[in-house]
């Protein structure tokens, strides 16, 4: 659970390598998500190229905090395996989340960018990375060895916590 506690969106990295050991544990952490009628649509693009990183600056306006980190992972829903769109959104974005706190228990940082919702970053990635009309970009989980050091901090709001009904 520390993990969750400690997960922060980190936007700032040193030009150092992540193994793909621990790549591929961020994936199969990805891959461990809840997901609704197990159709397992996500799929993912590693990218750690510089080139590929350049087009993910170019087409993603927030994504200049990820300049230095060393890999970037776009989240991708296949609409063959799941056609009710919210579900594939939800789905992609539980993958995303488990990523991100296998990055924290790793001792890397992480931010998620987001995607969809914006057309015109969704347009952007399929152009810049050739992504099949098929899959749906979602999110980019960001990931690399960091230079902040970003304490927990408690985020439970009481005032938004219901018991058996909304009050009026």
């Known amino acids: 659970m520390d993990a969750i506690f400690h997960r922060r969106s980190i936007r700032k990295y040193v030009n150092e390598a992540v193994s793909d050991e621990k790549i591929h544990k961020?994936?199969?952490?990805?891959?461990?998500?809840?997901?609704?009628f197990a159709t397992y649509e996500w799929n993912?693009?590693?990218?750690?190229?510089?080139?590929?990183?350049?087009?993910?600056?170019?087409?993603?306006?927030w994504a200049k905090s990820s300049e230095n980190a060393d890999t970037l992972i776009l989240v991708c829903g296949d609409s063959s395996k799941e056609k009710n769109e919210m579900l594939?959104?939800?789905?992609?974005?539980?993958?995303?989340?488990?990523?991100?706190?296998?990055?924290?228990?790793l001792d890397l940082g992480s931010l998620w960018?987001?995607?969809?919702?914006?057309?015109?970053?969704?347009r952007d990635?399929?152009?810049?990375?050739?992504?099949?009309?098929?899959?749906?970009p979602i999110g980019v989980v960001v990931i690399g060895q960091t230079v902040q050091d970003r304490k927990?901090?408690?985020?439970?709001?009481?005032d938004q916590v219901h018991v058996e009904s909304f009050k009026k």
């Open 152 to 158: 927990p901090h408690d985020q439970f709001y009481k």
């Open 44 to 61: 993912f693009l590693v990218i750690k190229s510089a080139e590929g990183k350049k087009k993910m600056l170019e087409a993603q306006p």
């Open 113 to 122: 960018l987001g995607v969809y919702g914006s057309d015109e970053i969704v």
């Open 26 to 36: 961020i994936l199969l952490a990805g891959m461990s998500a809840p997901n609704a």
């Open 88 to 105: 594939l959104v939800q789905n992609c974005s539980a993958a995303m989340e488990n990523m991100l706190i296998e990055a924290t228990y």
């Open 125 to 136: 990635i399929r152009k810049a990375y050739n992504v099949p009309k098929h899959l749906i």
